[in-house]
């Protein structure tokens, strides 16, 4: 069973569907904390199922490798097999990557390489495109460049608003993240360090 720890910033829909894959057996992973960089409403996904949250803000001017650092040994009081940031809004600095890669994971919704960073559906949605995706990748240094684990598309229909259209995508991108843990965890993928 892989122990996870999950970090997100906003509403967590895709916590919540991994925490009920995981209570419902369907991924062999055990959610031990999950932690976020502001008072994120999704935490409380993971306090309805008992699961300890913390929160680790990075302070205006605060250094960021001092942050990812008090971040990272929140983290890594739970022992971790594998981190996944799920709609976490932040870049992570360097350190925390050599930390905790390549067993930390992003899930994105594009289809990379394309239309990487913070506001992916609005990019693909302004660009007129007739489809976009979802993505997990290994996170790198950079922003979304990291290696491809799964990835799939998603068509953009007739009469979809950014909303419609992001809904779309997290239902990929739920199930994409599933497949790579359990894939993970039943070593059907080999992670390699960098
Ligand atoms: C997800 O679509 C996730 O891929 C995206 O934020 C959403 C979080 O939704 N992440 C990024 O854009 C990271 N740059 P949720 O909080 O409802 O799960």
């Known amino acids: 069973m892989l122990r996870v720890v999950v970090l997100i910033s906003g509403h967590g829909s895709n916590l919540r569907g991994f925490l009920d894959s995981c209570a419902q057996g369907t991924i062999p992973a055990t959610v031990f904390a999950v932690g976020a960089d502001r008072e994120a409403s999704g935490l409380n996904h993971a306090t309805h199922y008992g699961i300890p949250t913390f929160v ?3 302070a205006l001017g605060e250094d960021r490798e001092k942050w990812g ?14 981190v996944i ?6 870049l992570v600095p360097p ?4 930390r905790f890669a390549p067993m930390l994971l992003n899930t994105h919704p594009a289809y990379l390489p394309e239309f990487p960073g ?9 660009a007129g495109v007739a489809e976009t995706g979802a993505t997990v990748i290994v996170v790198d240094d950079g922003v979304d460049t990291g290696p491809i684990l799964a990835q799939r598309r998603v068509p953009i229909i007739d009469g979809d608003t950014e909303s419609t259209l992001h809904d779309r995508i997290k239902i990929v991108e739920r199930e994409l993240l599933a497949d790579v843990v359990r894939d993970i965890a039943n070593r059907e993928i080999a992670i390699e360090e960098n």
Do not use: M, N, W, Y
């Open 69 to 82: 650092t008090r971040l990272g040994d929140r983290i890594a009081e739970f022992a971790p097999d594998l």
């Open 95 to 98: 350190s925390f990557v050599r």
């Open 56 to 58: 680790e803000p990075l």
């Open 118 to 126: 913070a506001h992916a559906v609005r990019d693909a949605f302004e």
């Open 85 to 90: 940031l799920s709609g976490f809004q932040r």
